[in-house]
T-cell receptor, first 115, second 109 residues
Framework: EAQVTQNPRYLITVTGKKLTVTCSQNMNHEYMSWYRQDPGLGLRQIYYSMNVEVTDKGDVPEGYKVSRKEKRNFPLILESPSPNQTSLYFC??????????????FGQGTRLTVV | DAKTTQPPSMDCAEGRAANLPCNHSTISGNEYVYWYRQIHSQGPQYIIHGLKNNETNEMASLIITEDRKSSTLILPHATLRDTAVYYCIVGQAGTALIFGKGTTLSVSS
């Protein structure tokens, strides 16, 4: 079954304690991205990756890091979380082969609370 | 910023067709129209996409005007489970999806 898996689904942490949210896809997709969703602000892209070892900033990258060492994994790293990073996070993946539009698959989300 | 304009909310009776409009007057020639929906706080779910021609799949139909400046997503027989926020997105293949506020569709019995 095609899927994007995020872990953990829920996380409560304290300010400044480094954390990593994992994202894995089983579809051999080249393109992966992270979004955060906040009330009234909708879904905003944090970082994206067009392929292994290729990452770039989205609209709201401050306070986040990512890496793409393998095609299937795209972890989101918060080196020093702050309360304003309390949000619902989604990972997504899609294919970029041939420049043809395809559907993006989203994970189930990670609800992060930073206290 | 999102390149699309959608009504903030719509209502539909169960079993009737739901027609969700979207304006994208600045769409360029190589940009697709995508539709996604989000139920509660789940991950967005792909519905359909198109470039110029009308498209249909098992979930919905997409009608794109000839000038491509607007489109309509049609859910032919809405059910209570179709209650969700529907996003119309315009973009090139293989690039970021820029989400707007979407349309909250409420289906009632």
């Amino acid at each position: 079954e095609a899927q994007v898996t995020q872990n953990p689904r829920y996380l409560i942490t304290v300010t400044g304690k480094k954390l990593t949210v994992t994202c894995s896809q089983n579809m051999n997709h080249e393109y992966m991205s992270w979004y955060r969703q906040d009330p009234g602000l909708g879904l905003r892209q944090i970082y994206y990756s067009m392929n292994v070892e290729v990452t770039d900033k989205g609209d709201v990258p401050e306070g986040y890091k990512v890496s793409r060492k393998e095609k299937r994994n795209f972890p989101l790293i918060l080196e020093s979380p702050s309360p304003n990073q309390t949000s619902l996070y989604f990972c997504a993946s899609s294919s970029r082969q041939g420049g043809v539009a395809t559907e993006a698959f989203f994970g189930q989300g990670t609800r992060l609370t930073v206290v | 910023d999102a390149k699309t304009t959608q009504p903030p909310s719509m209502d539909c009776a169960e079993g009737r067709a739901a027609n969700l409009p979207c304006n994208h007057s600045t769409i360029s020639g190589n940009e697709y129209v995508y539709w996604y929906r989000q139920i509660h706080s789940q991950g967005p779910q792909y519905i359909i996409h198109g470039l110029k021609n009308n498209e249909t799949n098992e979930m919905a139909s997409l009608i794109i005007t000839e000038d491509r400046k607007s489109s309509t997503l049609i859910l032919p027989h809405a059910t209570l489970r179709d209650t969700a926020v529907y996003y119309c997105i315009v973009g090139q293949a293989g690039t970021a999806l820029i989400f707007g506020k979407g349309t909250t569709l409420s289906v009632s019995s």
